[in-house]
Each structure stands twice: as C-alpha cells, then as structure tokens.
C-alpha cells in the first residue's frame, strides 16, 4: 500500500508558463514533506520542503503548497525553464521516524 | 567538495553471485542509508544507519546485508544476487542538525546500476 502516491508518471509544460506537480499522501501522522528532483544518471537532490505547522512555503521559482485535511501537496514552478526538465519526488516523513516515504515521480518535460 | 560517492557505477553479474555496493561520504553526517529504485515504485529504504554501532532494516531487506565499517563508509551487499534484483541502488546520508529540509533531507550519491542476469 502506497503511502505517498505521485499519480502523474509525466508532465509536459510550455516554457516560461506554470507547472503543477501533485502528490497525496494517506498517513496522517507525515508531518514533514519534501520535494526532490532528480536528472539521469544523477542522485536525487533537495528541492523544497514544508512543514505540517505550515500550509505554503516559496524559495525563488518554487512554491510548495500543503492542504492537510485532503492529505494533498503540490510543487508549483512558475515560471518553468528547460532545465527544470527531471523527475520529481515527493518524500513525507512522521515525528521522529526520520525514514522517508516516496512517491514513484513524475517526469516533467519543459517544452521549448 | 563534500560529497557522496558510490562504486561500482554499472555492474552486471549473475544468479547466485555475490555482490557488494560501496558507499563513501565526506560530509561528516553520521546517518546514512540505502535506497533501491525500481521504475513506478519510487525508492524504497533497504537499509539504514544512525551511527557505527547502529544498524537498521528498512522496508525492503530481505536478501540484503549492510555494514558500516567507519562513519563515513557504509556498504550493501546482495548475498547471492536474482535477477528482481536488478535495479537503481542509491546511498544517501543525513544530518538532523544541517540542512535546509528541516532534519530530514538526505543527500544522495550519483547511484549504483545493477543488473541480475
């Protein structure tokens, strides 16, 4: 049973325009989320993340978004470029448990 | 730089062979882990460490065994390999005390490729 499902295997977005990315999560007891990005060949790397106690949390071109009575987040991107073109995970982790749960990604494609 | 490296890059083997997947870190975090990737399925925790002396079992250790010989080292080994075997392996570490994702972010090597014939 997954605990953190990314529905979405890919996404195409036009660039200079907004991308969505979603993720749903069934534990209510996740009470940290965070997003890695991911290139081929490469290991992930720390994207953004947000805490339980917040509902949005921005860094530059990225905005996580957190609605916990739907057990949803999102990663919105805006304005999207080519080099944001990777796979994107969500990760959620409970209290002290410092394990990560992952989604399975979605692989964003930036169309020029 | 600091940094998390990992050996072999690619390995190819076959059924029943003995394999083992190096990790090495300089970033001086005590925690570090192992993580398979498979398509569709995310990375799911094989293995983790809190320190030396500590080891733990993760989701998925079945027909995996670890060791940590130094805090920087932290090794996976496939016993006698089967080809569902065969997948994307990564090692990460963490440091509660660090890090921009609150005490939870991991930094990850480049990954292993590792195929059962």
């Known amino acids: 049973d997954q605990q953190v499902k990314q529905n979405s295997p890919s996404l195409s977005v036009q660039e200079g325009r907004i991308s969505i990315l979603n993720c749903d999560y069934t534990n209510s007891m996740f009470d940290y989320f965070l997003w890695y990005k991911k290139y081929p060949a490469e290991g992930p790397t720390f994207l953004i993340s947000i805490s339980s106690i917040k509902d949005k949390n921005e860094d530059g071109r990225f905005t996580v978004f957190l609605n916990k009575s739907a057990k949803h987040l999102s990663l919105h991107i805006v304005p999207s470029q080519p080099g944001d073109s990777a796979v994107y995970f969500c990760a959620a982790s409970a209290g002290s448990n410092y394990q990560l749960i992952w989604g399975a990604g979605t692989k964003l494609i930036i169309k020029p | 730089d600091a940094d998390v490296t990992q050996t072999p890059r690619n390995r190819i083997t076959k059924t029943g062979k003995r394999i083992m997947l190096e990790c090495s870190q300089t970033k001086g975090h005590d925690r570090m882990y192992w993580y398979r990737q498979d398509p569709g399925l995310g990375l799911r925790l094989i293995y983790y460490?809190?320190?030396?002396?500590?080891?733990n079992k993760g989701e998925i250790s079945d027909g995996y065994s670890v060791s940590r010989q130094a805090q920087a080292k932290f090794s996976l080994s496939l016993e006698s390999a089967i080809p569902n075997q065969t997948a994307l392996y990564f090692c990460a570490t963490s440091d509660p005390r660090i890090g921009t994702g609150g005490n939870n972010e991991q930094f990850f090597g480049p990954g292993t490729r590792l195929t059962v014939l």
């Open positions: 460490s809190f320190d030396v002396k500590d080891i």
